[in-house]
């Protein structure tokens, strides 16, 4: 396996953090909580969106033409390889503005670090690996802020542009519309693998090639006049960023569980590595979520996994779906699926079905 730090005097970079990747954020039920006394907090009228509705990231209109999309990520390592752990942190930030259908233009790095742990050539590779990701992006880290932590952390402040109109929210699902998934699902189960050494070459590779996957397709899809809302699946998991669409939508949106994709060695690790991420985000959310009987506990697991630089989740009108998948496939999205669909909410409101 290829995950190895690149200093052999350097802690596996997992074992210096209690939590990693999307599988660090708060639970959605804590968060709601803690967030309560920012309830009545001045909104201009140029904030087009804010933190009510739980979007992936602030949009302010500065004109007729252009909208600012500004948001923040960070989190402690998922993977062991400096280099990589940059890139996906990097990666992952970078995904919440082109989800809100926007092209990023700079960053801003968040950087805090255990300087008598961890070498400084160690914390220079996470760096560089931030730093590659955003080249990729086409945009500069023109700045950013270091301190001294307990625990390595590392993520960006990120700034997009996009025209007012093509601003993409969450809660733009429409009854009839189809979900469409652009990454297979896993990481926060191959994580957990990956920390306790069972995670071979194969399956590192694919996680690394899944979370170092720009979201690329952000912008075109927002072009399209059939995309209505549009979000990417992070730490929440599929069901968790499912019904933030479904409740800012006020519809229900029924997934095909079959069609979802999934990276190749999940399900076999799904018994010793499902998350206690997993299991409190359904603790938060669950009693808006309908499964079918006979649904198993760790397929749930899998349901509300944490993803860290998860996919796009686009809800689109049925003659968009053509344009839609034509795009994934042109930014080398092969897996993108199909995997479900919207509806009108019930008498018992929005709601995520199986």
């Avoid at 960070?74 to 390889?81: E, L, S």
């Avoid at 968040?110 to 990729?136: F, Q, T, W």
């Amino acid at each position: 396996m290829s995950d190895t730090c690149n200093n052999p005097a350097d802690p596996p970079l997992t074992s210096l953090s209690h939590g990693g990747g999307c599988g660090c954020k708060i639970a959605p039920g804590i968060l709601a909580e803690l967030l309560k006394g920012s309830a009545g907090m001045v909104m201009p009228p140029e904030l087009l969106v804010g933190a009510a509705t739980s979007d992936d990231a602030a949009v302010y209109r500065l004109n007729d033409e252009q909208a600012l999309v500004a948001t923040t990520d960070f989190f402690m390592p998922i993977v062991n390889d400096p280099f990589d752990f940059g890139r996906i942190a990097a990666t992952n930030a970078i995904s919440d503005v082109y989800a809100m259908g926007a092209r990023p233009i700079l960053a801003l790095a968040l950087v805090a670090m255990p300087l008598a742990k961890l070498s400084r050539g160690a914390i220079a590779r996470i760096l560089e690996g931030g730093a590659a990701a955003c080249n990729a992006a086409g945009i500069p880290i023109a700045g950013g802020h270091t301190i001294d932590s307990v625990e390595p952390i590392y993520g960006l402040a990120a700034l997009g542009l996009v025209h007012p109109d093509r601003v993409r929210k969450n809660g733009g699902s429409r009854p009839g519309d189809v979900l469409v998934l652009g990454k297979p699902l896993g990481t926060g189960i191959m994580a957990g693998a990956l920390k306790k050494g069972r995670l071979d070459a194969q399956g590192y590779a694919e996680m690394l090639s899944t979370t170092t996957a720009l979201n690329t397709p952000g912008p075109e899809l927002a072009a399209l006049d059939g995309v209505n809302g549009l979000t990417d699946v992070t730490g929440f998991g599929l069901a968790g960023h499912g019904l933030e669409m479904a409740r800012g939508s006020g519809c229900t949106l029924s997934i095909d569980w079959d069609a979802v994709p999934v990276m190749g060695p999940v399900r076999d690790l799904l018994a010793d590595f499902a998350t206690g991420a997993a299991r409190n985000n359904w603790e938060s959310y669950g009693q808006e979520v309908v499964l079918p009987e006979g649904f198993s506990d760790l397929e749930r697991a899998l349901l509300t996994d944490p993803q860290t630089s998860g996919g796009l989740l686009v809800s689109c009108a049925p003659e968009a779906l053509g344009q839609v998948m034509d795009i994934f496939r042109d930014h080398g999205f092969a897996r993108a699926a199909v995997i479900g669909e919207s509806a009108a909410a019930g008498a018992e409101g929005p709601r995520v079905i199986l």
